[in-house]
């Protein structure tokens, strides 16, 4: 069975500053997809960032970055020069390739809080 | 990316209602999925659908049903509504790209029962 675990629920960050969200994740499956999405108050999931597991290159979108170590099944993502419109929660998720439906399992999330 | 959309936003509705909560999208997406996630927490899938005539439950057992009439159409539908089914339902879509599938989500339904 496939898990995905964020150990944090709350993090705040000052503005301009970097920060990294933890993941971890548990499949036996080689072949997988790794995603991270944002939710604003307004309830809406925003997708940001893909990593595939056979990627040689960690990914990159703009300010986004996912730090990618696959030994140790962690896909952390880093948000750059955070804004206050980055104030939200973030989910990272995880679908394995052999699932035929292509369902994503989802962390815990964790709410980031951006300060001025 | 795809246009996805979901109707009502938000809906207050008596005990013992049948309610239908309308999604569809402009993508041509074979898959299309329903979650129902409480505020704060992670999103649990109740339902998905590999094309027209497909429907199949999710990890997460619901009383709700769904149809796939029509590609774009992905209706759920709650026959009687209760107190227990308050939450937020996010619908999303996925087309076929080798590798990678990305779901991407409507704006969602906040239903609350009285």
């Known amino acids: 069975a496939q898990k995905i675990t964020q150990t944090q629920p709350g993090m705040f960050v000052q503005e301009k500053e970097a920060v990294t969200l933890d993941c971890t994740y548990d499949?036996?499956?080689?072949?997988?997809?790794l995603f991270w999405y944002k939710q604003p108050s307004s309830g809406e999931m925003i997708f940001l960032i893909y990593?595939?597991?056979?990627?040689?290159q960690n990914a990159t979108e703009g300010r986004y970055s996912l730090n990618f170590q696959k030994a140790r099944k962690s896909a952390n993502l880093v948000i750059s020069a955070s804004q206050l419109g980055d104030s939200a929660m973030y989910f990272c998720?995880?679908?394995?390739?052999?699932?035929?439906?292509?369902?994503?399992?989802f962390g815990g999330g964790t709410r980031l809080m951006v300060k001025p | 990316e795809a246009d996805i959309y979901q109707t009502p936003r938000y809906l207050v509705i008596g005990t013992g209602k049948k309610i239908t909560l309308e999604c569809s999208q402009t993508?041509?997406?074979?898959?299309m999925y329903w979650y129902q996630q409480d505020p704060g927490m992670e999103l649990h899938l109740i339902h998905y659908?590999?094309?027209?005539?497909?429907?199949e439950k999710g990890d997460l057992s619901s009383e709700s049903t769904v149809s796939r009439i029509r590609t774009e159409h992905f209706p759920l539908t709650l026959e009687s509504a209760r107190p227990s089914h308050t939450s937020q339902y996010l619908c999303?879509?996925?087309?076929?790209?080798?590798?990678?599938?990305?779901?991407?989500f409507g704006p969602g339904t906040r239903l609350t029962v009285l």
């Open positions: 998720a995880m679908r394995d390739n052999n699932n035929a439906g292509n369902m994503l399992t």
């Open positions: 499949t036996s499956d080689p072949s997988y997809g």
């Open positions: 990593q595939g597991s056979y990627d040689q």
């Open positions: 993508m041509g997406h074979d898959k």
């Open positions: 659908s590999y094309g027209v005539n497909s429907t």
């Open positions: 999303a879509s996925a087309a076929r790209r080798p590798y990678r599938d990305t779901q991407y």
